[in-house]
């Protein structure tokens, strides 16, 4: 996108005191800003400037509408004292092109959309230096909209969202003070956010991700397309959470570029679905404390309905790869669908995490590329039950380069079921030796048709002649 300049101007004794607010009257009329100019007492004008004065709160009732288009000429909207325009009708604001946005705000105020009656829609505006917008309960679409340099004293976020849906496409956010986009926990909304760039938001350094959302709607979340970049503050990217089972959240996050945070992805609560696919998470390490941040996904499941599907992903250069807590579920590839993740060189204190189950949970996380084909190398660099008995399981193997996938067709043996409940059958013949991933002799025998093995709860390795089977017992 090319740049535009906002001119700031100040206005000292420029305006009079005026009508504190106004309010139309609700009965079907579009109102462009120099019929506010002349009904409302609270919008002058500046025809040298083309410069629009907000000093007056203003409602657009219900069935009315606001409409701004920038046209051949200069436009600019300011407020003075904080005062808010409300949108209880519709709000239409069009700029003309990439050169020549719609500056609104510069300086102070709001705006706000509440239980409006009708879908507003806003393209190539350019909200700068404002306390705030919100919507509620309405339908509103920004397209290719940007939003810089808001505050954060009355309102944590740049946008804030409450049982709704939204709508953003090609949209900027850049050097917010607060969250780019947020919803709170006591509200549901499903936010569509697609190809948005976010950059260097949260400069109050508060450790927030720059999209940070509730519990969603009876639509899906969608965070699709974007390029999320930390900048130089200790900002994440995404966290979605619903720690009060306020619904059953469904997300997406799909092919985004989510890169030099404090974290990538965070996913904490009750009743999530996600799935996580074609996304590149790297070098979130901007952090001064491991133990906090740093993740590229995280879950934090408080119970097992806290699930992700996590395929065709790049993780890399993060202070913890994949982590998982308590109930989180994390799928990283079956037998049947691999993962097809590259999970490598995530580490801290000189320790590669590329995946960390801290929880009771079993892990599937077969055909992954953890940057070695060496098998003990990539047990080295997970943390599961054979670090910890009170851990859950990770079955990684086969994974990408696995010497063993091209060898199990090289002896007619098989394991049934996997996993199993404590008890599996493996039907072959010959030599057959079941060790842990420890290495250690757990059985060794010879058999000829079927053999019923119980064994505890873990991963083991069956051999038979040169080739091998991986069996999770549960």
């Given at each position: 996108m090319k740049k535009a300049t906002l001119i700031l101007a100040l206005f000292l004794g420029f305006i009079p005191m005026l009508n504190a607010q106004w309010t139309s009257p609700g009965n079907g009329t579009t109102y462009t800003?120099?019929?506010?100019?002349?009904?409302?007492?609270?919008?002058?004008?500046?025809?040298?400037?083309?410069?629009?004065?907000?000093?007056?709160?203003?409602?657009?009732?219900?069935?009315?509408?606001l409409y701004i288009n920038r046209n051949d000429g200069l436009i600019y909207i300011t407020f003075a004292n904080d005062y808010t325009i409300t949108i209880k009708g519709s709000m239409e604001a069009?700029?003309?092109?990439?050169?020549?946005?719609?500056?609104?705000?510069?300086?102070?105020?709001?705006?706000?959309?509440?239980?409006?009656?009708?879908?507003?829609?806003?393209?190539?505006?350019?909200?700068?230096?404002?306390?705030?917008?919100?919507?509620?309960?309405?339908?509103?679409?920004?397209?290719?909209?940007?939003?810089?340099?808001?505050?954060?004293?009355?309102q944590s976020s740049a946008v804030n969202c409450m049982n709704c849906d939204p709508v953003f496409t090609n949209c900027e956010f850049?050097?917010?003070?607060?969250?780019?986009?947020?919803?709170p926990a006591n509200g549901q909304g499903s936010p569509q956010i697609v190809n948005c760039n976010f950059e260097n938001n949260v400069t109050s350094n508060a450790n927030q991700p720059q999209i940070n959302l509730g519990p969603g709607s009876n639509d899906t979340i969608r965070i699709v397309g974007c390029t999320i970049e930390g900048g130089n503050n200790i900002v994440g990217g995404i966290a979605i959470a619903d720690l009060m089972a306020n619904g059953a959240t469904k997300v997406l996050i799909q092919n985004n570029y989510i890169a030099n945070g404090s974290f990538g992805y965070d996913q904490e609560g009750i009743h999530i679905s996600s799935i996580i696919e074609g996304n590149q998470i790297v070098n979130n390490s901007h952090t001064d404390n491991p133990m906090v941040n740093g993740s590229g996904i995280n879950l934090y499941g408080v119970d097992e309905n806290n699930n992700a599907i996590i395929r065709n992903n790049i993780i890399t250069g993060n202070l913890w790869g994949v982590t998982v807590f308590y109930a989180g579920d994390a799928n990283l590839g079956t037998e049947d669908d691999w993962g097809h993740n590259q999970i490598h060189d995530n580490g801290n204190g000189g320790v590669i995490y590329d995946l960390y189950n801290n929880s009771p949970g079993d892990i599937m996380a077969v055909g992954n590329d953890w940057g070695t084909t060496i098998e003990q190398e990539v047990e080295n660099h997970i943390v599961h039950q054979y670090d910890n008995p009170e851990l859950g399981i990770v079955?990684?193997?086969?994974?990408?380069?696995?010497?063993?996938?091209?060898?199990?067709?090289?002896?007619?043996?098989?394991?049934?079921?996997?996993?199993?409940?404590?008890?599996?059958?493996?039907?072959?013949?010959?030599?057959?030796?079941?060790?842990n991933t420890l290495g250690q002799t757990i059985i060794t025998k010879e058999i000829d048709g079927r053999e019923s093995i119980a064994l505890p709860r873990g991963l083991y390795v069956v051999k038979i002649g040169n080739a091998t089977r991986k069996v999770i017992v549960e």
């Open positions: 800003l120099d019929d506010l100019v002349e009904v409302s007492g609270c919008v002058s004008f500046d025809p040298q400037i083309f410069y629009y004065f907000i000093s007056g709160d203003i409602t657009i009732s219900a069935n009315d509408k069009m700029g003309q092109d990439e050169d020549h946005y719609l500056p609104i705000g510069m300086g102070s105020g709001h705006l706000r959309f509440e239980d409006a009656s009708d879908p507003s829609f806003l393209s190539y505006c350019w909200f700068g230096e404002m306390n705030g917008i919100q919507i509620i309960n309405s339908d509103v679409t920004f397209d290719t909209c940007r939003f810089h340099y808001f505050y954060s004293q009355q850049y050097s917010n003070e607060g969250v780019a986009i947020s919803s079955n990684y193997i086969p994974f990408v380069g696995y010497d063993a996938v091209n060898e199990e067709n090289t002896c007619n043996f098989n394991v049934s079921p996997n996993p199993a409940q404590g008890r599996f059958t493996v039907n072959g013949q010959g030599s057959m030796t079941i060790t």
